[in-house]
């Protein structure tokens, strides 16, 4: 029986949403030699990626959509692909990969050849095989024709019969999900009625596994863009039969996107909190290795008051950032957050009003605030706000003017 089980297994790697050369928006504020490490941190992060797959020799990989950051498909991240694709042919490793809405067919883009191992779906729902060990492989997928494909697409996926093994890859979203724009719109549902046995999803770029019977799995993006994709970043090691399945996560992150959360209670000097911080930045640098960090204090009831009247807040960063200079691993931090305390004196009083006129705001007030910027030539480029996005405005938009009132006394 286990020889029976070892013979039907196959391994695949399921990786999506590369967004090679990402440009890393709102990192306006770091230098030259910071922009220029994270603009090569996708390379980074796919470069592990491809030297694990030459390593471990899976079976074939995937990789569903988004492998651009843009339908443009800037000429140094095709042939960084290209060449990595390369390296796949020679290790006899096949590829199947679909494009997405950053990456679309309707792009305009300069051309360069992919080698013969690498199928790219069509713009229509198709189906690809192969043979692994005596067992044969159906693989399901299409790419987007153009950047907006709202209608649900899984119709087109064809029911699985009792062939061998089918996997589904489909770069989209679960429908009604605000959270995201919605693309390719599908249900848990309706991939459980196609009868496969493993579905290869994109598109959001959170790590998460909708389902186990069959596995229906996001790998998230293996490298974090900006602070809202957080924590470490990889892709799926997958062995699969038709009776089972076990999935692996892989990380690659070559910079992890993170918050961190420092108390300041009983802290009374400046350089003491400088210290604080220093040392709690360096326990996360130690477990995750080069970050992005976001600082958060907490009981501030003695301290936020001086902090922030004598500097401003680009100071006091200044002041951390120049404890990592030529840092090695990597290390930039962003933001500062002083939370005030209930206890303590605050603007809650004055910044009622502001506040309640931002959280009345219904999505066409979003929308109206939004129009020209969505009007301007550039504004195609850009996704509509989603609730996430809109609820994060409004906590940052409360923030800084609560800490303007407070360094205005």
């Known amino acids: 029986m286990g020889k029976g089980v070892f013979m039907e297994t196959i391994r695949f790697l ?43 020799r899976p079976d074939f990989i995937v990789i569903v959509g988004d ?76 790419s987007y024709p153009q950047r907006h494909v709202k209608e649900p697409m899984i119709a087109d996926y064809k029911i699985a019969g009792d062939d061998g093994i089918h996997i589904g890859l489909l770069h989209g979203s679960v429908a009604g999900d605000s959270a995201h724009a919605v693309y390719a719109p599908f249900t848990v549902s309706e991939l459980r009625q196609k009868n496969y046995h493993y579905w290869a999803l994109g598109h959001i770029h959170k790590r998460q596994v909708l389902a186990q019977q069959p596995p229906i799995v996001y790998p998230g993006n293996i490298q974090g863009r900006h602070r809202n994709e957080q924590g470490v970043k990889g892709f799926y090691d997958v062995t699969l039969s038709r009776e089972q399945a076990n999935t692996t996560f892989v990380p690659t992150s070559a910079i992890v996107f993170t ?7 009983g802290i009374e000097y400046a350089d003491d909190w400088v210290a604080a911080c220093q040392e709690a930045i360096d326990g996360v640098v130690a477990e995750l290795g080069s970050i992005i960090i976001e600082l958060v204090m907490t009981d501030t009831e003695d301290l936020a008051d001086n902090l922030q009247r004598a500097a401003s807040e680009s100071e006091w960063l200044d002041i951390l950032r120049e404890q990592y200079v030529m840092n090695e691993p990597f290390v930039w931090i962003t933001t500062i957050d002083w939370q005030f305390s209930s ?43 989603t609730l996430n996005d809109r609820e994060q405005l409004k906590q940052q938009a409360t923030a800084l003017l609560a800490a303007e009132w407070l360094k205005e006394g």
Not at 23 to 47: C, H, I, V, W, Y
Not at 259 to 265: D, E, M, V
Request: with cysteine; aromatic share 10%; hydrophobic share 40%.
């Open 67 to 142: 492998i651009y950051d843009g339908e443009d498909r800037s000429l140094r991240a095709q042939i960084r692909f290209q060449q990595a694709m390369q390296r796949l042919e020679e290790a006899h490793i096949p590829v199947f990969l679909s494009y997405g809405n950053h990456d679309h067919l309707a792009g305009n883009w300069t051309r360069v050849s992919l080698p013969k191992n690498v199928h790219v779906f069509s713009d229509s729902v198709e189906q690809q095989q192969l043979t692994v060990r005596g067992e044969t492989i159906t693989i399901h997928g299409f």
């Open 259 to 265: 918050a961190l959360t420092i108390s300041c209670q």
């Open 14 to 56: 399921h990786t999506a949403d590369l967004h090679l050369d990402s440009p890393f928006k709102g990192m306006a504020a770091a230098g030259p030699d910071e922009l220029a490490r994270l603009q090569q941190s996708t390379f980074a992060a796919f470069d592990r990626f491809i030297a694990y797959a030459v390593e471990q």
């Open 343 to 385: 206890t303590s004196e605050s603007p809650n009083t004055l910044l009622e009003p502001v506040v309640d006129t931002i959280v009345s705001w219904q999505l066409e007030d979003w929308d109206e605030l939004m129009s020209e910027l969505y009007s301007h030539r550039a504004g195609r480029y850009l996704e509509r706000l």
